[in-house]
């Protein structure tokens, strides 16, 4: 299992390449932006994006991980339906196959024959990457992927990734908005129970690289399984403090932003990205983030859910990832209906839950 770990890490790397090659060609990346409709679409935005990064993203990571281990296949889930469409009007399915030629034949068709953009794509989705991770290389786990599921979300925080603000991320802090929002998130859960095991993030976009021109990205890794808990990241040991800054979306609504500015020494801050803003927890750079509506799915949450809890934090309300919600339609089955609070050290769920007792 932790041979999982391995191959996941490669992955989410090969696809934090794959965002930064689509973005860094113009050509290409014009050709991406595509608009979602009907019952995929995510009710928050006027407007949302699905972009051929994300697919080519979640159909990479499913190829690959399925290539290795097979006893996953029909066990990997996306936000992404591999349906897309050309500018002729055409439906293709992207799929990734196993030889780099055919794949660029298949991209080259979804980008009205554009062999330039196809081959960059191709080249980058089959790349042979391995990422050297020495904690994960030593690590041992007993159980066997055919037990797991996995949640992707290809590119979490699209509109950021779309709109591309060059916003370098601070030592200390984070950004409110801008590339470094935009994450690879792969999640996984036990099949059985749902309950979130390993999580992998990725953030392509962290800093400018040394010519100024490209981005240098960063990963972090949780496992959470029976007393194994295990993270690349030590929990920063903040001296204890009166303070406690939340973390919101800036769409929160007005009633939950008022009630959570009545906390005690309490700073209310906002990011874009739901898997950004639970990163920002991950890394202690804030105490909490409070969601109260049900705009996040499983796939936002189960990498960074898997990594808090490895880090003896988590998030309250969320334990199943295997099950949707039956009566509802679309991505709404996968939502994270009840909201979110996700926190590092779990005593801050009463005050938050204090402030915002019958005032919402
Ligand atoms: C989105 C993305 C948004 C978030 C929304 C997610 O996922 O993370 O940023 O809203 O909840 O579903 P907000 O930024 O207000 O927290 P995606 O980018 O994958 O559609
Ligand atoms: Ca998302
Ligand atoms: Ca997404």
């Known amino acids: 299992m932790a041979e999982l770990l391995r191959s996941l890490l490669s992955v989410a790397e090969k696809a934090a390449n794959v965002a930064r090659v689509c973005r860094q060609e113009a050509s290409l990346f014009e050709l991406l932006v595509q608009e979602k409709t009907g019952a995929d679409k995510n009710k928050k935005f006027v407007q949302d994006f699905k972009t051929l990064a994300d697919v080519v993203i979640q159909e990479m990571i499913r190829h690959d991980v399925c290539a ?46 554009d062999q330039t953009a196809a081959s960059l794509l191709s080249k980058a989705i089959h790349q042979d990457l391995q990422l050297r991770d020495e ?3 030593s690590l041992q786990l007993s159980i066997s992927p055919a037990d797991v599921g996995i949640w992707i979300d290809p590119i979490d925080g699209t509109s950021q990734y779309i709109e591309g603000k060059e916003e370098e991320e601070p030592d200390e802090g984070f950004c409110p908005s801008g590339l470094p929002c935009a994450l690879v998130l792969i999640g996984v859960y036990l099949r059985a129970t749902g309950q979130p095991i390993m999580g992998v993030i990725n953030q392509p976009f962290n800093r400018k690289d040394s010519t100024g021109k490209g981005w240098k990205g960063q990963h972090i890794w949780g496992v959470s399984y ?19 800054s939340v973390l919101l979306s800036s769409s929160e609504r007005p009633a939950v932003k008022n009630a959570l500015a009545t906390l005690p020494n309490g700073s209310l801050m906002y990011a874009a990205g739901a898997g950004y803003k639970l990163l920002c927890v991950v890394r202690g750079r804030v105490d909490v983030y409070v969601l109260s509506e049900g705009s996040t799915f499983k796939w936002d949450s189960c990498a960074p859910h898997a990594v808090l809890r490895a880090l003896g934090g988590g998030v ?14 679309g991505v709404d089955r996968w939502a994270n209906q009840g909201g979110i609070i996700a ?10 839950v204090e402030a915002l007792a019958g005032k919402i």
């Open 135 to 137: 904690t994960a290389e």
């Open 226 to 244: 029976g007393d194994v808990n295990v993270c690349s990241f030590t929990r920063p040991s903040n001296p204890p403090s009166e303070c406690l």
């Open 316 to 329: 309250s309300d969320l334990s199943q990832y295997h099950q949707p919600h039956t009566h509802r339609q």
């Open 68 to 113: 290795k281990f097979p006893e996953l296949t029909g066990f990997i889930h996306g936000e992404e339906s591999n349906k897309f469409e050309n500018g002729l009007g055409e439906s293709v399915t992207v799929t990734v196959c196993a030889r780099e030629q055919d794949t660029t034949a298949l991209l080259a068709k979804v980008l009205d024959g």
């Open 343 to 352: 926190y590092l050290d779990s005593s801050v769920i009463e005050k938050v």
